[in-house]
């Protein structure tokens, strides 16, 4: 399993470059499988998460296929319904196939959706709206069948959250249904936008992406379409707290701005000093980060569950205590433990964290238990004092496309170790 290697203290400068988003290409390959054509997909980052789904199109009779940053995927093929449970549980949002599917076939046949360990993650709520679009809903031994033989209705549905997943899958399950659906407290994510524009050019008619109520009017058939998925706004979040933590002046380019309002507005309390234009982020950090005000993780637009281990990381180094209370996942701290072998002084109490900012943190070995709270450990790396060794980097390898290599030509002192081999710096 790889390892990275990092010498921390080294100052960071120069332009580092957004790929595309994880969670928007994720769901929009998934989406290419209901659409009965070959679709396109550009910007796609290289991670192992959409390898392991271009593996499902696969497995589902598709051709699919990824290349250079290219995804393309003829589903004209597809002649599967059911997802191996091997499969399922390599990524959550394998569990966005189940929509797909159905609007694709009428059925649908897997189990719950791996992912990475942060909290129970059960899928109610995907489950409760399919059956109030006429779908029944069965489950035998941890299989998951959704089936509609006399096709989909349209719905008015009321999420009790607004989950990303969900609202994703009740889209995708919407799109070809009988009438109109109707989702109330719909997640915002931008991610969600890009869905709806990806589904709307294959010939969908959905409105309201982005605010909590979405309308999805049926069409009875969709064709295939180009498309570009949207700069990953967690790997800018990350980028940005790489700079932060080393005193760093750094431009962060293929980022939008928007889609970071809350996480910059955090930044700005710990002395950060941003310039944003169209496309592009810079950030000047001062020598030592501030402290910030109680830290809250809330659906978007409030401050992402995904920037939440990245921003421990800089209160680990910050100059006084900063609370973190994480109201999305219930067991999303399990970086704290490992940035405290580093000489953070982080107290974890349910989902509240005490973190008392420390003057420095000691490069030491450490483990990634899971994507972000990877990164996290990568930051506190680059803040630290001598040689910090990451294990099961392949957490990390789900979101962030080559991670070391981008760093390293910002200026950061990182190598990759494969079985004690050096793969690259
Ligand atoms: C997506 C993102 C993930 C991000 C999360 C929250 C993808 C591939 N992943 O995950 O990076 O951290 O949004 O922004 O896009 N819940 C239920 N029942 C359900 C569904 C969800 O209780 O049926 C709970 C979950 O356990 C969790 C919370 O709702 O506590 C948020 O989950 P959700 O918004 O669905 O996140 P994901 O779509 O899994």
Redesign the pocket.
């Known amino acids: 399993m790889d390892s990275l290697i990092i010498n921390g203290k080294n100052r960071l400068g120069g332009t580092l470059c957004v790929h595309g988003a994880k969670?928007s290409a994720?769901p929009v390959l998934a989406a290419s499988a209901a659409v009965g054509g070959e679709c396109v997909i550009y910007n796609c980052p290289d991670l192992s998460d959409v390898r392991a789904t271009i593996r499902i199109l696969n497995g589902l009779g598709c051709f699919a296929s990824f290349e250079n940053g290219t995804a393309v995927c003829d589903s004209r093929l597809l002649c599967e319904n059911e997802i191996p449970d091997k499969s399922m549980r390599e990524l959550?949002?394998s569990f966005i196939f189940m929509g797909a599917l159905l609007s694709r076939t009428g059925k649908a046949s897997m189990c719950a959706p791996g992912g990475c360990e942060i909290?129970?993650?059960?899928?109610?709520?995907?489950l409760s709206a399919f059956e109030q679009m006429g779908i029944t809903v069965s489950i035998e031994n941890g299989r998951i069948t959704c089936e509609a033989p006399d096709g989909i209705s349209g719905a008015q549905i009321n999420l009790s959250?607004p989950?990303?997943?969900?609202t994703e899958n009740i889209i995708l399950a919407a799109v070809k249904a009988k009438g109109f659906t109707y989702i109330r407290n719909a997640?915002r994510?931008p991610?969600i936008e890009d869905l709806a524009d990806f589904l709307n050019s294959c010939g969908a008619k959905i409105s309201g992406a982005g605010d909590s109520t979405i309308v999805i009017e049926g069409v009875d058939s969709l064709h295939p379409c180009e498309f570009y998925v949207m700069p990953d706004r967690i790997e800018a979040a990350s980028f940005l707290a790489c700079a932060a933590v080393t005193g760093s002046t750094l431009t962060v380019q293929n980022a939008v701005p928007e889609h970071l309002s809350s996480v910059i507005s955090v930044f700005e309390q710990s002395g950060c000093i941003f310039d944003c234009s169209d496309k592009i982020i810079r950030i000047k950090a001062p020598q030592r980060l501030h402290k910030m005000k109680t830290i809250r993780t809330m659906?978007y637009p409030g401050f992402?569950?995904?920037c939440q281990a990245i921003i421990m990381s800089m209160a680990c180094v910050a100059n006084g205590t900063t609370i973190i209370n994480e109201n999305?996942?219930?067991n999303r701290f399990s970086h704290a433990g490992e940035l405290n072998r580093m000489g953070a002084d982080i107290t974890v109490s349910g989902r509240i964290a005490i973190v008392n900012g420390a003057r420095n943190l000691y490069g030491t070995s450490v483990r990634a238990t899971d994507l972000r709270g990877g990164m996290a450990l990568i930051i506190a790396g680059l803040a630290a004092y001598g040689q910090t060794r990451i294990d099961s980097v392949c957490y990390v390898d789900r979101g962030y496309e080559k991670i070391e290599r981008d760093l390293a030509a910002a200026g950061a002192d990182i190598r990759r170790e494969s079985n004690g081999r050096v793969k690259s710096g």
């Open positions: 969670n994720l959550r949002s909290g129970m993650r059960p899928v109610d709520i995907h959250f989950s990303v997943g969900a997640a994510e991610e659906p992402p569950t995904d999305i996942f219930e």
